[in-house]
């Protein structure tokens, strides 16, 4: 994991001074674990992906998938993705289609339109921001 959260580092163009900073905890507790004396604790990795989060949490403990959550996209654009906390998901996506198809209905020339989505900008309180491009 530490060989990780160097590349995130590098990749982010911060020093150990800045990313413990950033993360809220002590200098050397990031020089300890770069170093390989110390191994993050779940309090260091929760920190780190609540600051960050476009940080994918698979990458960063098991070392799966890219390493940020926008390398993944398309799976933003999965309509078969199970709705979370709604017992009713299957019904919400039903409805959500219909309400999108009778969006798109013109009612004086009774033709269908078509939009396309361009793209989809997540704005972080971090001031960073993540792009989607669904096509």
Excluded: C
């Amino acid at each position: 994991m530490k060989e990780r959260i160097l590349q995130f580092m590098q990749n982010e163009q911060l020093s150990s001074t800045q990313f413990a900073d950033n993360i809220g905890v002590q200098r050397s507790s990031v020089s300890h674990i770069l170093s390989g004396r110390n191994n993050p604790s779940f309090d260091f990795i929760r920190k780190i992906l609540l600051t960050y989060p476009q940080i994918r949490a698979e990458w960063l403990i098991l070392g799966e998938g890219g390493m940020y959550k926008s390398d993944e996209s398309r799976e933003l654009f999965d309509e078969n993705a199970p709705v979370y906390g709604d017992t009713k998901s299957e019904e919400t996506r039903e409805a959500a289609k219909k309400e999108t198809a009778d969006r798109h209905v013109d009612n004086e020339k009774g033709k269908h339109e078509t939009t396309d989505i361009e793209r989809v900008v997540i704005f972080y309180r971090n001031n960073t921001f993540t792009e989607y491009h669904p096509h």
